[in-house]
């Protein structure tokens, strides 16, 4: 990193947000799932990029992703199973955000849906800790993909080496540092804190 970082960019699900897509996921396939097939399945599924990108309803991702899974449910049921797997703001995140945004240019870029996206949004009140917020079913493009980090620079106006990054999966750190980002590979709050403790940001 040639500088000092002034841009934050968080990643949203399991490093700020509970986000429990796992382990139902491998209990509705009766364990043909391994984690890291559920794991992936959220990053690489076609009704999952569909959905997660804006390009269909939510009925539409419910009834394919019960066909692409062979689950017995109805598209209804499925959604109403979804929309439970984000649990909101893990604890210690909002006051976390407030103690940064004195200090730096605060971003999300998450893989979200409008279900999703619209309780942390509503409920949560999530959009306005944050000076940019970047969600792929508004802004069309996905992590890990190269085009959703080259947005949030085009956006935000700053250099790839200015920003400090936090997801927890490894093929969107990967993409970030090919970029030239600093980028951690995190779990939760604590993960967070002890990186930015280690850099002397908190």
């Known amino acids: 990193m040639s500088k000092l970082p002034s841009v934050i960019l968080f990643d949203l699900g399991g490093v700020l947000v509970q986000w429990d897509g796992i382990e139902p996921l491998i209990k509705l396939s009766g364990d043909r799932l391994t984690p890291e097939m559920a794991r992936r399945f959220w990053l690489e599924s076609p009704w999952v990029i569909k959905f997660e990108t ?9 009834a394919g992703v ?23 703001p893990l604890p210690g995140a909002l006051d976390l955000l407030d103690r940064l945004r004195s200090q730096f240019v605060l971003v999300c870029l998450s893989n979200n849906n409008e279900l999703h996206w619209a309780r942390l949004r509503d409920k949560a009140g999530l959009e306005n800790k944050f000076d940019y917020c970047f969600i792929s079913h ?3 493009v996905m992590k890990p993909g190269k085009e959703a980090f080259l947005h949030v620079l085009k956006k935000v106006r700053k250099k790839a080496d200015e920003f400090l990054f936090f997801d927890d999966n490894p093929e969107c750190i990967e993409t970030a540092r090919n970029l030239g980002m600093s980028a951690f590979c995190v779990s939760g709050v604590t993960e967070v ?9 908190l």
Do not use: Y
Request: some cysteine; overall charge negative.
């Open 193 to 201: 804190e002890s990186v930015l403790k280690k850099m002397a940001f």
């Open 54 to 62: 804006g390009r269909c309803t939510a009925h539409e991702f419910a």
């Open 138 to 140: 508004e802004i069309g």
């Open 66 to 88: 019960i066909d692409e899974l062979n689950f017995s449910l109805l598209p209804d049921e499925f959604l109403e199973r979804f929309v439970s797997w984000d649990q909101g």
